[in-house]
Antibody
């Protein structure tokens, strides 16, 4: 069965960076895009960007351009999302999702606090 | 970028039918997908494409679209359907590779 397993919760200081991982299993990792979505507490879903695990091509939402980097390691079927210059407003649960959001990871809580 | 607009909250009596809507210019070009999210859980895809349900999604969930509006209908709502529902689609305003989500609708089953 398809599974996306994300890394654990993180606490970061303002200005720092965070890197969240998303390990895929149950399908061919390079066959489907990986999207990243975040959700602040009590708020809606916010799309951040996509990555093609086969080519490494990426596309980022305008809001995050310059601050987000999506990469992958195909040898271990893992996608990564790194967000830099963190501020308190980046406190949220970050999700990876495969393909056209068919399957989702369990989410990773990133807390930005001084 | 485009926007998708949803009513913040909708309620339905147990066993009745409810329609949740999503409006936006992108929906003139792309089908919406729909996601169910319960508290503390990741979203789950319930409808995609013209009106397709992933394996395991009950057939009381259905989707439709007309013009700039997509709808999710739950026929015979159950207590376990109480959740937040989000629509999304490709963003037609840019390179058509981006995605956009609606703000979500909180469904209460009375």
């Amino acid at each position: 069965q398809v599974q996306l397993v994300q890394s654990g919760a993180e606490v970061k200081k303002p200005g720092a960076s965070v890197k969240v991982s998303c390990k895929a299993s149950g399908y061919t990792f390079t066959s489907y895009d990986i999207n990243w979505v975040r959700q602040a507490t009590g708020q809606g879903l916010e799309w951040m960007g996509w990555m093609n695990p086969n080519s490494g091509n990426t596309g980022y939402a305008q809001k995050f351009q310059g601050r987000v980097t999506m990469t992958r390691n195909t040898s271990i079927s893992t996608a990564y999302m790194e967000l830099s210059s963190l501020r308190s407003e980046d406190t949220a649960v970050y999700y990876c999702a495969s393909g056209e959001f068919d399957y989702w990871g369990q989410g990773t809580l990133v807390t930005v606090s001084s | 970028s485009s926007e998708l607009t949803q009513d913040p909250a909708v309620s339905v009596a147990l066993g009745q039918t409810v329609r949740i809507t999503c409006q936006g210019d992108s929906l003139r070009s792309y089908y919406a997908s729909w996601y169910q999210q319960k508290p503390g859980q990741a979203p789950v895809l319930v409808i995609y494409g013209k009106n397709n349900r992933p394996s395991g999604i009950p057939d009381r969930f259905s989707g439709s679209s007309s013009g700039n509006t997509a709808s999710l209908t739950i026929t015979g709502a159950q207590a376990e359907d109480e959740a937040d529902y989000y629509c999304n689609s490709r963003d037609s305003s840019g390179n058509h590779l981006d995605w956009v989500f609606g703000g979500g609708t909180k469904l209460t089953v009375l």
